[in-house]
């Protein structure tokens, strides 16, 4: 091995491959990222995508990224700042009715008393179940889950969490069962009566899952996104100044500082593996890069069915990773505006016009979107969230003007009959504008500009296999112990020198931070340091 090698070399430059060079440079190791795209950050990245006019591109508001990686990376003394939403959601639901909630407890239960009283009477006992399964989460998300197979180690963090849980009521344990394995109607079917509040909680148990709501284990996915924090508010959502990229701006400034070199415009072909073991990659330019470790902050799918031969792996590792799910039925739009929209249910401007404006007033709704994505390849009438952070962030649209993101489901990763997204993706982006027009007349006319990506467009520009924003599906049989596959979720892959540190690893998608803070330690533990780095 060359002298000058790097001891890690990061395929991948979104945000987990960041937070991992900065741990291990910050103990002291030689670290180089390789991004294959023109701008550091992966998903979370703020672009021009109309002349004057900026947005998160991909990944869209935050929550879920850990504090502990905020402090120990000094992010909010680089300038990290985010404005929480005053209000979480806003239901529109025709005939000029709407649901509004999370100004706070109290004004969400006036507001699901229109609908039903007994449902704002129990809604403080569901924020608690979820507030108490949340908390499970937070500790198990820096945390590496027991291996199999991974000796005393994997026995200590087995019994760590089986203790964590034991210590639980019986009524607890029963609720996180639950949050496991039952669908997300079936869960909100417990709890409440109402169709407007089933549809407001249920939407999150679909965010980045190709699923029904009638899908067993889709009330996981609902956890998923509540076990986050902004500004030290549990379960707080909010937008970026700066959008996204600013994330991974100020997290690349952390690690050039701490020593880790950044190297962008380079993708990586194939990694070079030379008995069992990961020592370099070769780059689609032809170049050849070794170095001690390899890190990957790619998804499973992108990392071992098409950086690695098949005859480099195990075949019981090749046949796991065959029947590893991507593709969460995601498709972006990025507006510019020429102004704001107005919502028939709830016209003018607002707090609401701030919140997470979600178009989908019921659970059979998003069902009938997942079954028409199932036959037709997209929903005649997706699901579509709108946020408009050019309200709360004026350097991201000319004054006056404003900037959306429409995330939206459901979406086919592969369309039926051989079609392609490149022949569909106008087509499905009408149909997405049908939905918004539908609530908020006019809304065509204020259109100045726009990107639209399909889940394909979403796998050429991000890397991201089936356009899964997750990396995988985030489903029982591909979480935790299980992530992405039995036997490899301690951060190690099934070669020598070979680590994953990106969404496919635990605790999943989303913008946490916590695979490629939970990866470094694996990485530090195997060279001796014993998680000192770590804090």
């Not at 390789?34 to 947005?55: D, Q």
């Not at 009524?171 to 079917?189: C, G, N």
């Not at 050849?288 to 790619?298: D, G, K, S, W």
Request: net charge neutral.
């Amino acid at each position: 091995m060359n002298a000058q090698a790097p001891d890690a070399l990061i395929i991948g430059g979104g945000h987990n491959g960041l937070v991992c060079a900065y741990y291990l440079a910050r103990a002291g190791m030689k670290v180089r990222i390789l991004e294959a795209r023109n701008v550091i950050g992966g998903a979370a990245v703020t672009e021009e995508f109309h002349p004057g006019f900026r947005n998160s591109t991909a990944s869209y508001t935050v929550s879920l990224l850990q504090p502990k990686i905020i402090a120990d990376m000094g992010l909010v003394e680089r300038g990290y700042r985010v404005v929480e939403r005053p209000r979480s959601n806003f239901l529109p639901l025709g005939n000029r009715n709407y649901l509004l909630t999370g100004a706070s407890l109290e004004a969400t239960q006036d507001e699901i008393a229109r609908f039903s009283k007994a449902d704002a009477a129990r809604l403080p006992a569901y924020y608690a179940m979820l507030e108490s399964a949340a908390e499970i989460l937070r500790e198990l998300a820096l945390q590496a889950p027991p291996n199999a197979g991974g000796g005393s180690l994997a026995l200590l963090a087995g019994i760590r969490t089986a203790r964590r849980f034991a210590r639980l009521s019986a009524p607890a344990q029963h609720d996180i069962v639950k949050l496991f394995t039952l669908s997300a109607r079936e869960l909100l079917d417990q709890w409440f009566e109402s169709t407007p509040v089933k549809a407001v909680f249920g939407f999150d148990a679909i965010v980045g899952n190709y699923a029904s709501p009638d899908t067993p284990g889709s009330a996981y996915v609902l956890l998923h996104h509540v076990f986050g924090e902004v500004n030290g508010k549990k379960g707080q959502w909010g937008h970026v100044i700066g959008g996204m990229g600013r994330i991974t701006e100020l997290m690349a400034e952390a690690c050039e500082d701490a020593g880790v070199e950044i190297s962008l415009e380079t993708e990586v072909a194939k990694l070079l593996i030379e008995n069992g073991c990961a020592v370099g990659i070769c780059t689609k330019s032809g170049e050849q890069i070794r170095a001690r470790r390899i890190v990957a902050n790619v998804g499973p799918k992108l990392l071992y069915d098409r950086l690695i031969d098949a005859a480099d792996l195990p075949a019981g590792f090749r046949r796991m990773m065959d029947g590893y799910q991507c593709g969460s039925g995601s498709f972006r739009m990025n507006l510019a505006l020429r102004g704001l929209p107005d919502f028939t249910d709830l016209p003018g401007t607002g707090d609401h016009l701030k919140s997470g404006i979600i178009m989908a007033p019921s659970l059979d709704y998003m069902d009938r979107a997942y079954q028409d994505a199932r036959r037709y390849g997209w929903a005649r009438e997706p699901v579509v969230e709108m946020l408009i952070p050019s309200l709360v962030d004026d350097s991201l649209a000319p004054a006056g003007q404003h900037v959306a993101s429409l995330f939206c489901q459901q979406f086919a990763p592969l369309l039926p009959e051989g079609r392609s997204w490149d022949d569909a993706r106008d087509g499905a982006a009408e149909a997405v504008l049908d939905v918004v027009e539908s609530h908020a007349p006019g809304f065509r006319k204020l259109i100045l500009g726009q990107m639209v990506l399909s889940p394909l467009d979403l796998e050429r520009r991000f890397g991201l296999v089936g356009g899964d924003i997750f990396h995988g599906r985030m489903s029982l049989d591909q979480l935790w112990a299980a992530r992405p596959v039995i036997g490899s979720a301690n951060y190690k892959g099934p070669l020598e020198g070979l680590y994953m540190c990106g969404s496919g690893t635990h605790p999943g998608g989303g913008v946490t931070g916590a695979p490629g803070h939970n990866a470094a330690g694996t990485i530090l533990r195997d060279r001796g340091f014993l998680g000192r780095w770590l804090g």
